[in-house]
Nanobody, 124 residues
Framework: QVQLVESGGGLVRAGGSLRLSCAASGRTFGRYIMGWFRQAPGKEREFVARIAWSGAYEYYGESVKGRFAISRDNAKNTVYLQMNSLRPEDTAVYFC?????????????????WGQGTQVTVSS
């Protein structure tokens, strides 16, 4: 089993920054793709960013390109999402996910493991 625990969410004003963390445990992650998704009330879960533990397959959703950055610390089994220039429309629950086959998908149904989510609220 794989456990993913997100942290770092909170309330921030528009234009501000937050850094989310996702601590992974339970199995080796060498081939996994790690992704961040978000879901706002009444909306579908949306792809935000992904990265492999090797650093390959770094990719972002259109709405966050140039503002968010995904990174990983292999020694800590932790993936980060640095969010800058936040906007009210970034308000959502942010989820960390893992795809165990090493396939760089962007759709949530392809990911095998999920964290519980962390709330990010951006005020105007």
């Amino acid at each position: 089993q794989v456990q993913l625990v997100e942290s770092g969410g909170g309330l921030v004003r528009a234009g501000g920054s937050l850094r989310l963390s996702c601590a992974a445990s339970g199995r080796t992650f060498g081939r996994y793709i790690m992704g961040w998704f978000r879901q706002a009330p009444g909306k579908e879960r949306e792809f935000v960013a992904r990265i492999a533990w090797s650093g390959a397959y770094e990719y972002y959703g259109e709405s966050v390109k140039g503002r968010f950055a995904i990174s990983r610390d292999n020694a800590k089994n932790t993936v980060y999402l640095q969010m800058n220039s936040l906007r009210p429309e970034d308000t959502a629950v942010y989820f960390c996910a893992a795809e165990e086959g090493g396939r760089p998908y962007t759709t949530p149904d392809k990911y095998d493991y999920w964290g519980q989510g962390t709330q990010v609220t951006v005020s105007s």
